[in-house]
């Protein structure tokens, strides 16, 4: 009778550890699947950040150079044509131009 009993104890422990090691595997496959994504997430942010900053360095060459235009004594209405841009978006482009291409300041982020 004891070997009954003991037989029983052995069969429902390696039950419960086949179940452990299924529910295991399946968190394991989560946990894998969420790290990859979030490298994904990363180094997409990483790429747009770099493309934030070379995007500050073209729209401040564009806004000299329409800065230029207006020293050389073109109107605005006139710059506004001569680059095939509406007057606000000279304004705008205008207003970018500084002596030297500044890097924009990104929004910091948590680490922890």
Do not use: H, Y
């Amino acid at each position: 009778m004891a070997t009954g009993q003991t037989g029983k104890k052995i069969d429902a422990r390696e039950r419960a550890r086949l179940a452990r090691t299924r529910v295991d595997q399946v968190r394991a496959e989560r946990d894998n699947k969420i790290e990859a994504t979030l490298a994904e997430f990363f180094t997409a942010g990483d790429e747009r950040e770099a493309l934030i900053i070379q995007l500050a360095a073209l729209e401040n060459t564009m806004g000299n150079t329409v800065t230029s235009l207006f020293d050389l004594g073109e109107s605005a209405s006139r710059v506004a044509d001569l680059t095939a841009l509406p007057a606000k978006e000279v304004k705008r482009i205008r207003a970018l131009a500084t002596a030297t291409p500044a890097a924009p300041t990104l929004p910091q982020t948590s680490t922890s």
